[in-house]
């Protein structure tokens, strides 16, 4: 009986398997574009928006089986646990929302697209805050949604992480 059932389950996934990945892509994209915009709008992350990537990542699993359970807890770790001790020495660094939407799409990402997507958002902020002092809209204690750029170095993660990780490694 259980056989039977994991035969069938292998099968539901190979059939399914690249439109359920378009589905949870679609929706991984869907939620952090909403989580971007209102932590750009408000510099919050609603938890319903972390629960709702965190039940999307772990939809993923079954779908998206090159990515491995041990590699997925530790990306639920990885770079979340980099924000919270940045958070720990320097007192406001980034938001509760922040290091808990980066655990729950590590969840989806993996370990290593977690440090790139973290990666690539470190780049793109300190881009804009350079930006934003060079014009003279801010200064340097000026603070800036975080959340933006962690969604989109998730983005650019997910869609060019392959080519990402073989240039830089």
Not at 40 to 48: A, H, L, N, S, V
């Given at each position: 009986m ?6 069938n ?9 690249p ?8 929706l ?22 972390v ?5 999307v990542?772990?939809?993923s699993?079954?779908?998206f089986?090159e ?6 807890l530790?990306?639920m770790c ?6 919270l001790v ?15 939407l980066?655990a729950?799409?590590g ?6 697209y977690?440090l790139?997507?973290l990666?690539?958002a ?6 804009y ?6 014009i003279?809209k801010?200064?340097r ?7 933006p ?5 998730m983005?650019?993660a997910?869609l ?10």
């Amino acid at each position: 009986m259980i056989n039977h059932f994991i035969l069938n389950t292998d099968l539901f996934v190979q059939r399914w398997n690249p439109a359920g990945r378009a589905v949870i892509l679609c929706l991984f994209f869907g939620v952090l574009t909403a989580a971007a915009w209102i932590d750009g709008k408000t510099r919050t992350i609603p938890d319903k928006l972390v629960l709702a990537v965190l039940g999307v990542s772990l939809l993923s699993i079954p779908l998206f089986p090159e990515i491995g359970l041990p590699d997925r807890l530790f990306g639920m770790c990885s770079a979340s646990l980099l924000l919270l001790v940045l958070t720990l020495c320097v007192p406001g660094a980034f938001g509760g929302g922040d290091i808990k939407l980066m655990a729950a799409c590590g969840v989806f990402l993996g370990w290593r697209y977690s440090l790139l997507a973290l990666g690539i958002a470190v780049f793109l902020g300190a881009a804009y805050g350079s930006w934003l002092l060079f014009i003279k809209k801010a200064d340097r204690k000026t603070r800036i949604a975080f959340g933006p750029f962690l969604c989109a170095g998730m983005a650019a993660a997910v869609l060019w992480g392959d080519p990402m990780i073989s240039i830089f490694f």
